[in-house]
T-cell receptor, first 114, second 112 residues
Framework: DSGVTQTPKHLITATGQRVTLRCSPR?????VYWYQQSLDQGLQFLIQ???????AKGNILERFSAQQFPDLHSELNLSSLELGDSALYFC?????????????FGPGTRLTVL | GENVEQHPSTLSVQEGDSAVIKCTYS??????FPWYKQELGKRPQLIID?????GEKKDQRIAVTLNKTAKHFSLHITETQPEDSAVYFC???????????FGTGTSLTVIP
């Protein structure tokens, strides 16, 4: 167990809908990262937050957004969902914003868009 | 941006043999290279990492080597066991790049 929690474990929804994925980092970690893992795209970095502020952006679509709250938990919002958004979404946390810090992954949320 | 290539995509070895997975990167500024193991349906777990000021690092049966000149790094697993069967991902990052660039993964099967 990495100490990173994610909810829900599974999510099934329809095209056009909006969902929110939640992540709680390890105790003491200030950075949260979101990743998407799909069969055809592999593991892709979406976005990083550090102590409540957006720190880095990867291949995140405009339909997706995220935020990190004062208690350091983070939410990833996915809207206008398409079939291609079906994937495993992982969050990870690390102590600092430094990309050389070890990242600990949560168990993931499996999103299925029908 | 950085481009990380990983080979092979699949690897089968007999239990007790060694396994080697190789990754190449393109950005000479990359300075941190972690390896993750992901079992089916589970989260990626860091198994070993190396920084650009080190050429080799070992942890029991696993080791990572880095050749900065050639821009490649490799994961070595010795005395493989069935529980080593998983997908292994390499990654590269820089402090200025603010991203992890993952390889496409290697599915390792250890045959008992």
């Amino acid at each position: 167990d990495s100490g990173v929690t994610q909810t829900p474990k599974h999510l099934i929804t329809a095209t056009g809908q909006r969902v929110t994925l939640r992540c709680s980092p390890r105790s003491g970690d200030l950075s949260v990262y979101w990743y998407q893992q799909s069969l055809d795209q592999g593991l892709q970095f979406l976005i990083q937050y550090y102590n409540g502020e957006e720190r880095a952006k990867g291949n995140i679509l405009e339909r997706f957004s995220a935020q990190q709250f004062p208690d350091l938990h983070s939410e990833l919002n996915l809207s206008s969902l398409e079939l291609g958004d079906s994937a495993l979404y992982f969050c990870a946390s690390s102590l600092r914003a430094f990309w050389g810090d070890t990242q600990y992954f949560g168990p993931g949320t499996r999103l299925t868009v029908l | 941006g950085e481009n990380v290539e990983q080979h092979p995509s699949t690897l089968s070895v007999q239990e007790g043999d060694s396994a080697v997975i190789k990754c190449t990167y393109s950005d000479s500024a990359s300075n941190y290279f972690p390896w993750y193991k992901q079992e089916l349906g589970k989260r990626p777990q860091l198994i070993i990492d190396i920084r650009s000021n080190v050429g080799e690092k070992k942890d029991q049966r696993i080791a990572v080597t880095l050749n900065k000149t050639a821009k490649h790094f490799s994961l070595h697993i010795t005395e493989t066991q069935p529980e080593d069967s998983a997908v292994y991902f390499c990654a590269a990052s820089t402090n200025t790049g603010n991203q992890f660039y993952f390889g496409t993964g290697t599915s390792l099967t250890v045959i008992p």
